[in-house]
């Protein structure tokens, strides 16, 4: 068994590192002029990890940046009330990172704009951080890729955060979430993830995104065909290959959402450790209710079942029933209890 299956984690907590951010949700018709209302939601890829793991009751910290002012104040409390351990939180800089996207559309094209240049988050530099008061106590580190594409000044911090929690033997996981209208600065994902993946015990992500941001080739009779059985296979030779390339994974974990405007969503994933490619029963739907935070959901999912042990196709069965539940969530976050999500998994 690979160290991620027999490690006990329960002596400590699992932290979440990345950039808070409010979601400004417009409709696609323009009613929110008419109404003088935008309703927002307070995420970021990571923190949605953190909050699906306090939910499920396993110790949460988060870290990120934040100004010091009455805001900030009423989200940290915000989050309190969820259960997160938010002492790490560093009062930094003079903006929370803001993103608009209309609503029910997905993360990419004209449907998202970004406004977080210059964001507590964003301006973090190397030094600023004491990694052994943040790491203590924590067993599990989480990242995503999305902090690497701010800047250039981030992707330092995460270097050094990941040293840090590498040297302290805690275990680290990476979501290699690909953002387009990110990566800004003058580098490539190619050019900056796979010294960051080194660190890396568990990688999350799809065969596109290990393609795109860790160069790991599709092999060539991989096309968009839509049969599993060929994804299924890609997603076995980018794992086999992830795990050769960086020596520290043990884990990789793939997920397959197939969809147009939110109708006919056919879901399924794959977990591959140990030598042993395990897929999950797949789900489909004729219309969910929101597409942002799903795979954070997964992640999540993925976290807590190692945290508690359990098997990798009991880990891979609970973070694919947690990810697709979570596409009838009307947040950036889950609300969708264990018990809720046990029974939503496929016999």
């Not at 949605?48 to 989200?75: C, H």
């Not at 067993?139 to 270097?159: E, G, Y």
Request: one cysteine or more.
């Amino acid at each position: 068994m690979s160290d991620l299956l027999n490690k006990d984690y329960s002596s400590g907590s699992v932290l979440s590192f990345g950039e808070l951010l409010l979601r400004i949700t417009p409709d696609a018709g323009g009613d929110w002029l008419k109404d003088n209302a935008l309703p927002v939601f307070v995420g970021g890829a990571e923190l949605n990890v953190g909050t699906a793991l306090a939910l499920w009751d396993v110790p949460s910290r988060y870290f990120t940046a934040l100004p010091q002012n009455g805001m900030s104040a009423q989200i940290i409390e915000y989050l309190n009330q969820k259960d997160i351990d938010t002492s790490s939180i560093m009062f930094h800089g003079k903006r929370v990172g803001l993103y608009f996207l209309t609503k029910g559309q997905d993360l990419k094209h004209d449907a998202l704009i970004y406004d977080r240049a210059h964001s507590a988050f964003a301006d973090l530099t190397t030094g600023l951080i004491d990694w052994d008061k943040v790491l203590d106590g924590i067993t599990w580190f989480h990242f995503s890729a999305i902090c690497p594409a701010i800047s250039q000044n981030v992707a330092d911090v995460c270097k050094e955060a990941l040293q840090a929690a590498s040297a302290k033997g805690i275990t680290i996981s990476l979501d290699l979430n690909y953002r387009s209208k990110l990566w800004q600065y003058g580098k490539q994902p190619a050019e900056v993830m796979p010294e960051l993946a080194q660190y890396c015990d568990l990688i999350m992500g799809n065969i596109w995104a290990a393609n795109n941001m860790l160069g790991v080739p599709i092999f060539p009779d991989m096309v968009e065909s839509g049969q599993k059985s060929l994804y299924l296979k890609a997603a076995q030779n980018t794992s086999e290959e992830i795990i050769k390339q960086f020596r520290k994974c043990k884990a990789v974990a793939n997920t397959f959402r197939f969809d147009a405007n939110n109708t006919n969503i056919d879901y399924y994933t794959a977990l591959y450790t140990n030598g042993t490619l395990y897929d999950s029963k797949e789900y489909q739907a004729e219309t969910i209710v929101d597409k942002v935070g799903s795979g954070d959901c997964y992640m999540a999912g993925l976290i807590y079942g190692f945290y508690n042990n359990l098997d990798p196709q009991q880990i891979l069965e609970f973070a694919t029933a947690a990810a697709f539940t979570k596409l009838f969530v009307n947040s950036d976050a889950t609300d969708r209890t264990v018990e809720f999500i046990q029974n939503a998994i496929k016999p």
